[in-house]
């Protein structure tokens, strides 16, 4: 009998069922999953899986992978795909409106490590930061303006703000210097994504 599992990466402990609230989250490809043992309170996942299956991590700001990875410890969850997963927005994401009974969970004591295994057999590739394009750096300077705005960070004292404000300093910056012009520059930006989503 073929049985098929499916991984929920968090930072939370002891947990013995997976709530729906209002689904549950998972994905069959273990490496995968690892991105997701990471703060909620951050939540900086910037990868997805190719067609090809390889996982590509894209690095926003210097050092990310490591920042956001090195020595945190979590948990991966394995669950049994009983037939109430069905396919999430993303590829290799499936989704369960329903509670989910957990199989067995593995403790992973520091996630980079982990991570740094599956890039040495090829599973996934990290696209570093300073070698990113000129034009690729300024797409992301300008989505974080709007990001800030469109959040509101700028006010608010949440770890979130401060994360961003330690990470994208120029385009906190920016932010900060062009508040008064915040329409104008967050209508830009859908402009321009909906060009670039056709």
Known sequence: ????YCYHGTTAAGITKLQANPVVYLTPDRAYALFYIIDKDINWVTCGVREDGIIQYDE???DQLEKLYGGKGGYLYKCLDTGLFT??????IVVSEKDIEVECCEFIPDVYQEIRYYVKTGKVVVNR???QSQSENERIFNMMVNYIFKNDLISSDGSKGAFIRENFPA???YAISHYDEKSRIMEEWEQIRRK???
């Open 1 to 4: 009998m073929n049985c098929n």
């Open 60 to 62: 926003q700001f210097p």
């Open 87 to 92: 396919p999430g927005k993303s590829r290799e």
């Open 129 to 131: 930061y300073e070698n």
């Open 171 to 173: 385009s906190w910056e």
């Open 196 to 198: 670039d989503n056709r």
